[in-house]
């Protein structure tokens, strides 16, 4: 395992203040493979290309795994930030977002544009859910 695919600290993945359940920032790295979603690599491990739809439906999906371990599914989100390393990905990341919630309703959500995100993440998420 490289340092790239090694978690980069210790933290928890939830929290639960207020009635709230307040989800991390999630990268698309997946904890069963510990390898991250839509990325094409050249051979010293350096990125070639990123698939950005790939890589937001692993973060959504990341944040539904933490919220299944607090009882909770993606109807339970009430808003989320986005983080972009690109605002050229924007459009395309709505696409997956859509599909995502769609008969879920969709939360809020904030979506900004950041210069680079911990590991080979081009997308990071954080949300914000209320349990029943």
């Known amino acids: 395992m490289n340092q790239l695919t090694k978690p980069l600290a210790s933290y928890v993945h939830t929290r639960r203040a207020g009635g709230l359940i307040f989800v991390a920032g999630q990268g698309c790295r997946d904890p069963q493979t510990n390898t991250y979603s839509?990325?094409?690599?050249?051979?010293?491990?350096?990125v070639a290309s990123y698939d950005i739809r790939a890589q937001a439906l692993g973060v959504l999906t990341n944040i539904e795994r933490a919220l299944i371990?607090?009882?909770?599914?993606?109807?339970?989100i009430v808003d989320v930030n986005?983080?972009?390393?690109?605002?050229?990905?924007?459009?395309?990341?709505n696409e997956v977002w859509n599909q995502f919630f769609e008969g879920h309703g969709a939360p809020t959500?904030?979506?900004?544009?950041?210069?680079?995100?911990p590991g080979l993440n081009f997308i990071e998420m954080k949300a914000v859910a209320v349990p029943n």
């Open 38 to 46: 839509g990325l094409t690599l050249n051979a010293d491990g350096t």
């Open 82 to 93: 986005v983080f972009l390393t690109d605002m050229k990905d924007f459009q395309a990341m």
């Open 69 to 76: 371990a607090e009882g909770c599914t993606r109807s339970h």
């Open 109 to 117: 959500r904030t979506t900004v544009a950041v210069r680079q995100l």
